[in-house]
Every structure is written in structure tokens, then in C-alpha cells.
């Protein structure tokens, strides 16, 4: 089956960095997708990786593991604006997306 | 620029009751669609997608239909409501099949009592 599994609740402090796991098994890879959603709104896209590796958009990162079916999403500097979901969704065979439930990321002052 | 939108944003139904939701896609031709339900706690779940005029693919067998009578327009619809149905709507878009950044609307917000 495809599974998604990523952690229910992350909370960190204004200022800091906070990495948001991802563990994923899905039938055929096509890439991971993350994805930033505040309550009661739609998701807006983040970033993808397609490729073992780092990528980095501002305060942004997200790594990708092909082989581990491992990803992290890791935010710098945080705001409180940050305050959101995370959404982790790899792309399979079918260029179908698989949504995990999300981490929701609680900012502290 | 391309624009989604979709409506109603907000709407209480009883149990039994029909559903309209809307979806238009502004500024490009041909899009892919995709209607997702978002219940509390849960990932994003596909209802349906389309890959053209009249081209409907159901991923979860249920008492919801799409529809999709223009190009750039996408219809979700059920005769009667379940309270099950309650949810978080959102409709998509991408470009291509196997363009995985998807375009959302405002979402819809559907509460069956």
C-alpha cells in the first residue's frame, strides 16, 4: 500500500530552525511535493525534489532520499507566519499525489 | 496570469440535500482538474479528476459525481448529502499530467447536519 508518515505536531521558537520529517512508501516515485496550508485555507506549493539531494529557495530547504523513501522539509529564521501545516505528498506511478495528514507547526515567541 | 476560483465558500446542508460546488480555471486552456476532499485531522483525499471535456475518473466510489461540461470548468455534485460528506473542498488544477504542482482554490467549507 502507499503511506505517508510525518509528525502530528511540531512546536518551535521565533528566530529558530525546525526540520519536519517525512517517511513515505508509494508504488513508483515521481518526485515529492511539500506543501504549506494555514487554517482554513488551501494549500500553497512549497518545493520538489525529484533528485537525491538538497534544495534550497530562501529560508527554505527541502532533502530528498530516494532510497531511505525519506524527506525533510527544514524552515530558518522562523516567523510567526510560519505558524501552519506542512504537507508532504510524493508523487507516484501514476502522477497521482499521495497526501499525508500534515504537521502542524506551532511558533512561539 | 491564471486564476482558480470556486464557490461557495461556506455552505450548512441538511442530510438528504442536493450539492452544487463550483470550480472555473482563468488563463489557461486544457488544465488538468481535480476536486479533493480534506476532512479534520486528514490528508487531502482525490474524488475526481480530469484530463478533459467530459473525461471524469473516480477514485473513491461514493454518493458524489463531477462533472466537467466546459474546458476550464469543474462541477462536484451529489443528490444526497451524507453527513459523512462534511469537509473541506478544494478544486485544483496543473498544466500536465505529470506536473505535480497543483494550483488550489479557496476551498469550499461544507458542514451536513
Known amino acids: 500500500g502507499q503511506n505517508i508518515d510525518q509528525p502530528t505536531e511540531m512546536t518551535a521558537t521565533e528566530g529558530a530552525i525546525v526540520q519536519i520529517n517525512c517517511t513515505y512508501q508509494?508504488?513508483?516515485?515521481?518526485?515529492l511535493f511539500w506543501y504549506q496550508q494555514h487554517a482554513g485555507e488551501a494549500p500553497t506549493f512549497l518545493s520538489y525534489?525529484?533528485l537525491d539531494g538538497l534544495e534550497e529557495k530562501g529560508r527554505f530547504s527541502s532533502f530528498l532520499s530516494r532510497s531511505k523513501g525519506y524527506s525533510y522539509l527544514l524552515l530558518k529564521e522562523l516567523q510567526m507566519k510560519d505558524s501552519a501545516s506542512y504537507l508532504c505528498?510524493?508523487?507516484?506511478?501514476?502522477?497521482?499525489?499521495?497526501w499525508g495528514a500534515g504537521t502542524k507547526l506551532i511558533i512561539k515567541p | 496570469s491564471q486564476t482558480i476560483h470556486q464557490w461557495p465558500a461556506t455552505l450548512v446542508q441538511p442530510v438528504g440535500s442536493p450539492l452544487s460546488l463550483e470550480c472555473t480555471v482563468e488563463?489557461?486552456?486544457?488544465?488538468?482538474l481535480y476536486w479533493y476532499r480534506q476532512a479534520a485531522g486528514r490528508g487531502l483525499q482525490l474524488l475526481f479528476y480530469?484530463?478533459?471535456?467530459?473525461?471524469i475518473s473516480s477514485e473513491v466510489p461514493q454518493n458524489l459525481s463531477a462533472s466537467r461540461p466546459q474546458d476550464r470548468q469543474f462541477i462536484l455534485s451529489s443528490k444526497k448529502l451524507l453527513l459523512s460528506d462534511s469537509g473541506f473542498y478544494l478544486c485544483?488544477?496543473?498544466?500536465?499530467?505529470?506536473?505535480?504542482?497543483?494550483?488550489f482554490g479557496e476551498g469550499s467549507r461544507l458542514t451536513v447536519l
Open positions: 488563463g489557461t486552456s486544457n488544465p488538468n
Open positions: 480530469s484530463v478533459g471535456i467530459g473525461q
Open positions: 485544483a488544477w496543473t498544466s500536465g499530467r505529470d506536473t505535480g504542482e497543483l494550483f
Open positions: 508509494t508504488s513508483g516515485f515521481n518526485g
Open positions: 505528498a510524493p508523487m507516484d506511478s501514476n502522477y497521482q499525489l499521495i
Open positions: 525534489n525529484v
